[in-house]
């Protein structure tokens, strides 16, 4: 293949929070590739609050948010024209959307990178097959580098918590007179209802795990979590800390210093991935050997009944065929994996 002389790049993923963080883990290879290359990323707000002071790129080019669509439609303008006239060298399609589509064809790139397998592969003159066995896109997207001789290696996340939430967070621990390093994060609600596994379940294995370990809960939630959250704390035997209302990076800055995140699938079990710390996610439908962190990442699990997801069309109580006590086999697990001893042991 012939070399690529890229000068300046637009990297497109337009959301959500988990896709941006896990389509920027490639970003430091890229730039070790092309050392001296203006390197953009095209992102929709809110989304691009997960790409800030990220050191591997010049400039964020956040497309403003839907709620607002006449003020969508003119920021959505402004931007296709100036990335008309930015004279972008290489474009790296990783949403392979619709609207992705306008931009590659807008940008005028010499060389348009996507998937070989997409709708929009036609536009592309550089495409890539993603490998066998690799599935989790913080690993898989390293293959979509493969035309510009990029081979995987380490991940170089990152995610910036900035001061005000460490604040936060280092406010709220000293009122309560505690080390984090004794919180184990719970985040019972998901932005879609059947992706989350049933609050009392949740209520359960934290009793459980307050029982037998010194340890305390703390439920973390987003503004549409909420009553999810709520209803887990009220179920709880056991006290519990339910935090106030969070923005995505104070969610992380709290998530950061934990012991453990125990979740549904979704995003902030990848942000877990970004900030070290261990996981613990319940899935259902969702495929976990593609959505999962766990065979490729140290101390990130999941659980999921397979054959509970094969027989039930209906599961109206949530319960993902997981019980609170097989969960906390679970957890102990992870415990004596991290070295975490239990009461009668200390």
């Not at 039930?312 to 949530?318: A, G, H, K, Q, R």
Request: glycine share 4%; charged share 25%; aromatic share 14%.
């Amino acid at each position: 293949m012939a070399e690529i002389c890229a000068e300046k790049i637009l990297v497109i993923q337009t959301r959500p929070y988990g896709d941006v963080l896990l389509a920027a883990s490639y970003l430091g290879a890229l730039r070790q590739k092309f050392p001296n290359a203006i390197i953009d990323f095209f992102v929709s707000k809110p989304f691009d609050e997960v790409l800030a002071n990220n050191p591997f790129i010049n400039n964020v080019l956040a497309s403003p948010s839907k709620k607002n669509k006449l003020g969508y439609v003119f920021g959505r303008v402004r931007l296709l024209i100036r990335i008309f006239f930015a004279n972008y060298r290489l474009v790296i399609d990783q949403q392979a959307d619709g609207g992705s589509r306008a931009i590659v064809i807008v940008s005028r790139a010499k060389y348009r990178l996507g998937w070989a397998y997409v709708r929009s592969a036609p536009l592309y003159n550089l495409k890539a097959a993603p490998r066998k066995n690799r599935y989790y896109p913080a690993v898989r997207n390293f293959d979509l580098l493969s035309p510009l001789d990029i081979e995987y290696r380490k991940p170089d996340f990152f995610f910036h918590i900035n001061e005000e939430s460490n604040l936060r967070v280092d406010k709220w621990v000293s009122e309560n007179s505690i080390d984090t390093k004794e919180i184990i994060i719970f985040s019972p609600g998901a932005k879609a209802s059947w992706k989350a596994w049933n609050p009392d379940s949740y209520a359960a294995l934290a009793d459980m795990i307050v029982e037998k370990y010194d340890l305390k809960i703390a439920v973390i939630w987003a503004p549409s979590e909420f009553e999810a959250a709520l209803r887990m704390k009220n179920s709880m035997k056991a006290p519990a800390f339910f935090l106030e209302k969070t923005t995505y990076n104070e969610a992380a800055a709290f998530v950061k210093r934990a012991r453990l995140l125990i979740c549904n699938d979704g995003g902030l079990n990848h942000l877990s991935v970004v900030l070290g710390t261990p996981s613990l996610a319940f899935f259902c439908r969702t495929d976990p050997q593609h959505w999962s962190p766990q065979d490729y990442f140290e101390h990130h699990y999941h659980m999921r009944n397979a054959e509970f997801v094969k027989n039930n069309s209906e599961d109206p109580n949530n319960t993902f065929g997981i019980t609170a006590p097989e969960a906390f086999k679970k957890v102990e697990f992870i415990f004596e994996k991290l070295g975490i001893e239990t009461k009668a042991a200390n």
